[in-house]
């Protein structure tokens, strides 16, 4: 095969497996209030809906596919240094609200937030992070604008996840490395989680007993880490804006807009009605027991 025929056939792969079709739902969650209240330095984690999302939800069994580092307007980065380093790689306007993120036909590139309008989202947020840090975070993640999507990656995360326990031993050996032994490129998450280990930032390190300081903890390898590995972790809060605020006064939940139909949502897009009347079957009388003796005692 030619490498005009392989690179076609690979775009062709790639565009059917990244694919999304429309949403079948309207997210639970409140894009309104999430655009407003988001901070810099913030891991968004997306519920994707393409198939290669499928393929990283059977793999992590997380319905968080994605994950994508925020890192704000342009207009409210205070390093005039990083703003021009973002607007190096990005077009959009000064006051745009901007991600970074590692995508399969693109690699790691800035976009808009509201790319991800329509979409479950959920804020990861690393707690005690300070400023500066912030700002290294995000440049990390800037610098790394233009690396390719690893797809490799993806089957070495199966491999590693998976409980394959017959694989050949020496399959383990190359996780992660390329032909010539150096580490390969990464995906979404484990492009986030080198931006906060060049700082020192803890996501899911190992910990170990130590005689001196009682325990000592181990940077875990990048390309380990998945988008629920943020959800999981000790180290980031957890934001949730839901799509009806409980905020309001309470008990907000018994204003919530239930349908009165007696629906009953299966997902799949299955739908049943509780509504309707199982079918009456007639029971016949008990029989007498002169007909049907038993024996007393």
């Not at 207009?75 to 993120?101: F, W």
Request: with cysteine; aromatic share 10%.
């Amino acid at each position: 095969m030619g490498m005009w025929a392989y690179n076609k056939l690979r775009h062709q792969l790639i565009n059917w497996l990244i694919h999304e079709p429309p949403p079948e739902e309207i997210p639970p969650c409140d894009f309104n209030r999430l655009k407003h209240e988001i901070r810099p330095g913030d891991v968004l984690l997306i519920e994707g809906r393409s198939r290669v999302s499928h393929i990283i939800r059977s793999i992590t069994q997380s319905p968080w596919t994605h994950a994508a580092l925020y890192i704000g307007r342009i207009s409210d980065i205070e390093s005039e240094e990083l703003a021009n380093l973002v607007r190096q790689h990005c077009d959009e306007k000064e006051n745009v609200r901007l991600i970074a993120e590692g995508l399969m036909d693109k690699g790691t590139v800035i976009v808009p937030l509201s790319t991800y309008r329509h979409h479950h989202i959920r804020i990861c947020r690393p707690i005690g992070i300070a400023p500066d840090d912030v700002d290294e975070v995000i440049r990390y993640a800037v610098h790394s604008v233009g690396i390719a999507y690893n797809v490799r990656q993806l089957i070495d995360l199966a491999r590693f996840l998976l409980p394959w326990s017959l694989l050949p031993r020496r399959w383990g050996s190359s996780l992660f490395r390329t032909p010539t032994g150096e580490p390969e490129s990464g995906i979404c998450s484990s492009l986030i989680a080198e931006a906060f280990s060049s700082i020192r930032f803890p996501v899911l390190p190992f910990v170990k007993p130590a005689e001196e300081t009682g325990v000592e903890l181990i940077p875990r390898n990048p390309y380990l880490f998945t988008p629920k590995d943020f959800d999981y972790s000790p180290y980031f809060e957890i934001i949730k804006y839901p799509l009806f605020n409980p905020e309001e006064p309470l008990p907000y939940y018994r204003r919530l807009p239930w349908n009165k139909t007696g629906l009953m949502h299966h997902d799949h897009g299955m739908i049943s009605d509780r509504s309707k009347k199982k079918k009456h079957i007639k029971q016949e009388p008990p029989a007498d027991d002169t007909d049907n003796p038993e024996i007393s005692f």
